[in-house]
């Protein structure tokens, strides 16, 4: 017997999302790339704008990367640092006393 989709209510927002059984998700998935694939062939390939195309791909590709790396940093320059362990190992024997 085939899954049905099911409705899940969030609890503070009410709003009403829909549950689409995996395969769903997985085939609207599959086609939808398959179908992006067809139009950036289009694009890069059979129309006049390709070399714009390539151009903006991999402006969004490099930026990607670069975000990410900054986020990197980001994270790596705001985190307070932990405590070593060897602190840790006298504080908590400290304690014990």
Same mark, same amino acid.
């Given at each position: 017997?085939?899954?049905?989709?099911?409705?899940?209510?969030?609890?503070?927002?009410?709003?009403?999302?829909?549950?689409?059984?995996?395969?769903?998700?997985?085939?609207?998935?599959?086609?939808?790339?398959?179908?992006?694939?067809?139009? !950036?062939?289009?694009?890069?390939?059979? @129309? #006049?704008?390709? %070399?714009?195309?390539?151009?903006? =791909?991999?402006?969004?590709?490099?930026?990607?990367?670069?975000?990410?790396?900054?986020?990197?940093? !980001?994270?790596?320059?705001?985190?307070? @640092? #932990?405590?070593? %362990?060897?602190?840790?190992?006298? =504080?908590?024997?400290?304690?014990?006393?």
């Amino acid at each position: 017997m085939p899954k049905r989709v099911t409705q899940f209510i969030h609890p503070t927002s009410r709003v009403v999302f829909l549950r689409l059984p995996d395969k769903v998700s997985g085939y609207a998935m599959l086609f939808g790339s398959l179908l992006g694939i067809v139009c !950036y062939f289009y694009l890069v390939f059979l @129309s #006049p704008w390709g %070399l714009l195309v390539v151009r903006i =791909s991999a402006f969004l590709a490099v930026a990607a990367v670069l975000v990410i790396v900054a986020w990197i940093g !980001y994270t790596l320059a705001t985190t307070p @640092s #932990p405590e070593p %362990l060897d602190d840790l190992a006298e =504080s908590s024997t400290e304690g014990e006393s």
